[in-house]
């Protein structure tokens, strides 16, 4: 087969699919000359690293790289042990099971890529490639990665990756998530890797997130590899290192008079109002009067009119608030209001 032909065909699935939004592929046997897919790619921001290395930044925190051929494919195991040193690394400071499995695993993916290498560089194009002459097929390949701080504070972190092919050809998916975080003296840690091999439609997914105030860390990435290909392809986001600040729990208060007197036939208005503190905006209310639903909105009121006859009458309000992250506070309040008989003309 021709090299240049598998070059602008894999390209074309590349650009179609690397932003994780699967869709209809491009047939396989579609015509692309090399040199405009490779200027297409230059276009969209890819930058040559190294022989057979294309990469680029999305601008979103995030780094794709694309790498084809027997130098591309060494050049891929490499970038796999550079995270693997950065996994180890962590490892030996905060260790953990989880950590361990996907360290051994990350060793495994390493060997496979290097083996794809030896088979490339031993035949001198991918084993098993599509030939143009065959049936058309289609094929999509990409993945995603973020990490990032969590709301509630600590730290999280995301991925996916896939390989989806009709052509019989085999790949390789793994996604990886890792988050750290300390609340007060103890830091936890939280490993996901979902690695799958040897396939021709596989989909990984990973997410790890660790709630604390403190010495917060995540990280992801994700890689497609396929030898019937030739190719390695991955993305990893920039390492998270920002808590946001813990949200304290929400509170609320009811504010309002808890006595009010009327005379006569006289009106009055009785405004009550919901004080919150903690919490994260936005913030909502539901108003109770008795255990009936009366309303909404950061305050509550109503008017009372006297009809010349001594009595009490007893108030009982409650408040509930939601806040923008799932917590509730609810409060109760009691009003009397006091009648009484006036011998003035109304």
């Known amino acids: ?41 230059l276009k969209e921001g890819w930058n040559p690293v190294a022989e057979g290395v294309l990469q680029r930044d999305r601008g979103d925190g995030t780094v794709e790289t694309f790498a084809f051929g027997s130098e591309g494919l060494t050049w891929a195991a490499q970038q796999l042990a550079g995270q693997l040193e950065r996994m180890e690394r962590e490892y030996a400071q905060y260790p ?47 993945g995603d990665a973020s990490a990032f701080p ?10 996916n990756a896939l390989f989806h092919n009709n052509c019989g050809l085999v790949g390789d998916t793994n996604a990886y998530a890792y988050s750290r975080a300390r609340t007060g003296t103890t830091t936890n840690v939280q490993t996901t890797t979902d690695p ?14 660790t709630a ?18 030739g190719i ?30 009327i005379t006569g036939y006289d009106c009055t208005t009785v405004l009550w109002t919901a004080s919150v503190s903690g919490g994260a905006s936005p913030f909502s209310y539901t108003w109770y009067r008795d255990g009936s639903n009366v309303g909404t909105g950061g305050s509550y009121s ?19 608030v939601n806040d923008g992250i799932g917590q509730s506070a609810s409060d109760t309040h009691t009003t009397s209001v006091q009648y009484s008989r006036t011998t003035s003309t109304p």
């Open 1 to 41: 087969m021709k090299h240049g032909f598998l070059f602008a065909s894999l390209v074309l699935c590349l650009t179609v699919f690397s932003g994780t939004r699967l869709s209809l592929a491009a047939p396989m046997s579609a015509k692309a000359s090399p040199s405009d897919s490779y200027d297409q790619m």
């Open 96 to 142: 953990s099971k989880k950590l361990a499995g996907a360290i051994a695993k990350q060793r495994a993916q390493i060997a496979h890529v290097e083996k794809t290498h030896q088979a490339a560089e031993k035949s001198g194009e991918p084993e098993g490639a599509y030939d143009k002459s065959d049936p058309p097929c289609t094929i999509s390949y990409g």
């Open 150 to 159: 969590l709301s509630g504070g600590g730290a999280g972190a995301k991925s």
């Open 196 to 209: 799958r091999s040897n396939g021709t439609w596989y989909d990984s997914v990973a997410a790890a997130s």
């Open 212 to 229: 604390g105030s403190s010495d917060c860390y995540s990280e992801a990435s994700a890689h497609v590899t396929s030898g019937s290909l």
């Open 232 to 261: 390695f392809y991955s993305i990893s986001a920039t390492p998270n290192y920002a808590c946001k600040p813990p949200v304290p729990p929400v509170s609320v208060t009811i504010i309002g008079t808890t006595y009010r007197h």
């Open 302 to 320: 109503k008017t009372f009119c006297g009809n010349n006859v001594s009595r009490v009458e007893i108030v009982n309000l409650s408040v509930t």
